[in-house]
């Protein structure tokens, strides 16, 4: 079993950054694709953004042009770095990681993240 830990959640006012932090208790984020995903209060969980394990990176519109998700393989850390933020960012934000090849994918157990207007 692998945990996943997301961290660096918070308050922030509209307009400004925040980076979250997604932290495996196994090596395996070089050997998966990472997403990140978050869920407001009342809605569907969301899509946000993804990285494979070669390196290649996707955006919902949403948040495309404004986050960036990046990886360091060596430390096993993927973040997502989010810049002018929107009140409709507020969510719950979760980090999951899909191993290549198995159907297992393992999910954290989120960070509040809150945009002030």
């Known amino acids: 079993q692998v945990q996943l830990v997301e961290s660096g959640g918070g308050l922030v006012q509209a307009g400004g950054s925040l980076s979250l932090s997604c932290a495996a208790s196994r090596s395996i984020f070089s050997v998966s694709t990472v997403l990140w995903y978050r869920q407001a209060p009342g809605k569907e969980r969301e899509w946000v953004a993804a990285t494979t394990s070669s390196g290649s990176t996707a955006y919902s519109d949403s948040v495309k042009g404004r986050f960036t998700i990046s990886r360091h393989n060596t430390n096993d850390m993927v973040y997502l770095h989010m810049k002018s933020v929107k009140p409709e960012d507020s969510a719950v934000y979760y980090c999951?990681?899909?191993?290549?090849?198995?159907?297992?994918?393992?999910w954290g157990q989120g960070t509040q993240v809150t945009v002030s207007s």
């Open positions: 999951a990681a899909t191993p290549k090849g198995g159907p297992t994918t393992f």
